[in-house]
């Protein structure tokens, strides 16, 4: 009789080599060490037991309390536009699974998420730790539509949920030079907006129309 073997354990490391050539290369992701990140960490990690099976599609992915981790694409493109070297300090505003944190870290030197769910807050925590990303990645719990004044300046900032305008406390907490990715518009339908602050001028442009979970909290929609 012949037997047919089959493999029920996914080849991750497979997923995420053809996530990164079809969903991000060939889309035009161009930043070496953006693709080498995304092709190093484990996703899978990320995404909740029971939905691992999604952790590669081009899809943002659910995390429970209507909140989703971003489409690979989206999380690539905004690490981009951040033009990250190594050396920058980032906030994310938005930590939710950890994914887009651990991304940052491996292209910065310092990367403070955080998030206004307790839950979310611990989740990412958690995450980063099992995946060993935690080492220059922290998690605060709070309300990042007001930045976090304490471990301002910030090179980076990075908002993960859809803004109705860019909040004040950001750009005050963005240094001088400094880069910021934001999802900007009404309720469910937003622009991504790459904000440059440079010899003491703010200018913006726009990078892609997009769709984040909306901003809550004091500058976002409450
Ligand atoms: N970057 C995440 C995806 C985040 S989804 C990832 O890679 O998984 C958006 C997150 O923004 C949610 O977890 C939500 O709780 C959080 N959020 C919404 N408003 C916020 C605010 N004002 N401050 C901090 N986090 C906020």
Same mark, same amino acid.
């Given at each position: 009789?012949?037997?047919?073997? *089959?493999?029920? #354990?996914?080849?991750?490391?497979?997923?995420?080599?053809?996530?990164? +050539?079809?969903?991000?290369?060939?889309?035009?992701?161009?930043? %070496?060490?953006?693709?080498?990140?995304?092709?190093?960490?484990?996703?899978?990690?990320?995404? $909740? &037991?029971?939905?691992? &099976?999604?952790? !590669?599609? +081009?899809?943002?992915?659910? @995390?429970? +309390?209507?909140?989703? #981790?971003?489409?690979? !694409? =989206? /999380? &690539?493109? =905004?690490?981009?536009?951040?033009? @990250?070297?190594?050396?920058?300090?980032?906030?994310?505003?938005?930590?939710?699974?950890? !994914?887009?944190?651990? *991304?940052?870290?491996?292209? %910065?030197?310092?990367?403070?998420?955080?998030?206004?769910?307790?839950?979310?807050?611990?989740?990412?925590?958690?995450?980063?730790?099992? /995946?060993?990303?935690?080492?220059?990645?922290?998690?605060?719990?709070?309300?990042?539509?007001?930045?976090?004044?304490?471990?301002?300046?910030?090179?980076?900032?990075?908002?993960?949920?859809? %803004?109705?305008?860019? $909040?004040?406390?950001?750009?005050?907490?963005?240094?001088? $030079?400094?880069?910021? *990715? #934001?999802?900007?518009?009404?309720?469910?339908?937003?622009?991504l907006r790459v904000v440059l602050k440079a010899g003491g001028r703010v200018e913006s442009r726009i990078s892609t129309l997009c769709r984040f979970v909306p901003l809550r909290g004091g500058e976002g929609w409450n």
């Amino acid at each position: 009789m012949m037997e047919v073997e *089959v493999s029920l #354990i996914p080849d991750w490391a497979a997923e995420r080599r053809g996530m990164v +050539d079809t969903q991000l290369r060939r889309r035009g992701i161009r930043d %070496a060490r953006v693709l080498r990140a995304m092709g190093e960490i484990p996703r899978e990690e990320f995404v $909740p &037991a029971g939905l691992r &099976a999604m952790s !590669y599609l +081009d899809d943002p992915v659910p @995390l429970g +309390d209507a909140q989703t #981790i971003s489409q690979p !694409y =989206m /999380t &690539a493109l =905004m690490a981009q536009e951040l033009e @990250l070297t190594g050396t920058e300090t980032v906030l994310e505003v938005g930590a939710g699974s950890g !994914y887009a944190a651990a *991304v940052l870290g491996a292209l %910065a030197r310092t990367v403070i998420a955080i998030d206004i769910v307790p839950a979310m807050a611990q989740l990412a925590r958690e995450n980063l730790r099992r /995946t060993a990303r935690d080492s220059n990645v922290s998690v605060l719990e709070g309300d990042g539509s007001l930045g976090c004044a304490e471990r301002a300046p910030f090179d980076a900032i990075s908002v993960a949920a859809g %803004a109705r305008e860019i $909040p004040a406390a950001l750009l005050d907490q963005l240094a001088d $030079p400094g880069r910021m *990715v #934001i999802p900007v518009g009404p309720w469910n339908d937003q622009e991504l907006r790459v904000v440059l602050k440079a010899g003491g001028r703010v200018e913006s442009r726009i990078s892609t129309l997009c769709r984040f979970v909306p901003l809550r909290g004091g500058e976002g929609w409450n």
